[in-house]
């Protein structure tokens, strides 16, 4: 118990660290070039490390033991906390949103194509590397914690693959008679990233708020005919193989 606890702890840690360099990175390359997109993923990154950090400490206020003030304990903080990252995510992506609008209607910005997919390409493999090491971690500790983390990293790799992917297309046109057409990219992928990222954390503290209200379980659940499904749904560390199996007790 207490290695899962160490494990849980190590996980959040690192996925605070690792998103406040990309956030100095990020914020830092994206000025330097004048590039919206690159800007937000630095954002997105700065978001994280706070919400990592309260991520962190709700890990910690949860295993207090339950008192009179909060004699059923304090489950309830994981979800909450859930539900403001994903409330907060989805602000920075409408402000992203709104920003690339208001780049287009100015006619564009000019970004140094090159210089966008050398930072694109570094964080594709960064962001992969903390999400693969998540959901490692997050398959053997059944935080639903180390699980919005895990998301949060999924986002930002698809972010920056997107990124190197559009700026690519960007460094193409270049060569092409639609030159003309590169100055809209930046604004135009920002557009498109923030409006298909929106529908995450907004699903995100959907679910976060039903757990809140303590609305009825998903109907696979609630149509289960063994008691394994309705742990897996309220409490999966229980059946997870890392806490121990019924068929590993001694005959």
Request: glycine share 8%.
């Amino acid at each position: 118990m207490l290695m899962l606890i160490a494990r849980e702890n190590m996980a959040l840690t690192l996925s605070a660290i690792a998103a406040g360099l990309f956030a100095l990175v990020g914020i830092s390359w994206g000025l330097w070039i004048g590039s919206l997109v690159i800007l937000f993923d630095g954002a997105y990154s700065l978001v994280s490390v706070v919400l990592s950090l309260l991520s962190l400490y709700a890990a910690r206020v949860i295993r207090r033991p339950a008192c009179a003030d909060y004699p059923f304990g304090r489950g309830a903080i994981e979800p909450l906390v859930i539900a403001v990252k994903g409330l907060v995510i989805a602000l920075v992506c409408l402000l992203s949103m709104v920003s690339a609008v208001i780049a287009l209607v100015e006619g564009g910005r000019a970004v140094s194509a090159d210089m966008a997919m050398v930072f694109a390409a570094v964080s594709v493999v960064g962001c992969l590397a903390v999400w693969l090491y998540l959901a490692w971690v997050g398959k053997r500790v059944g935080s639903g914690l180390v699980v919005a983390e895990r998301r949060q990293w999924l986002m930002d790799t698809m972010l920056s693959a997107a990124v190197l992917i559009g700026f690519g297309v960007g460094a193409w046109l270049e060569q092409t008679a639609w030159s003309a057409l590169v100055v809209y990219a930046d604004p135009v992928m920002m557009v498109l990233i923030s409006a298909y990222f929106i529908v995450v954390p907004v699903k995100m503290t959907a679910g976060a708020v039903r757990e809140l209200m303590l609305a009825a379980p998903p109907e696979a659940v609630a149509n289960g005919t063994g008691v394994l499904a309705l742990i897996a749904a309220v409490c999966p560390a229980l059946i997870n193989p890392g806490r121990g199996r019924v068929d590993d007790r001694p005959e």
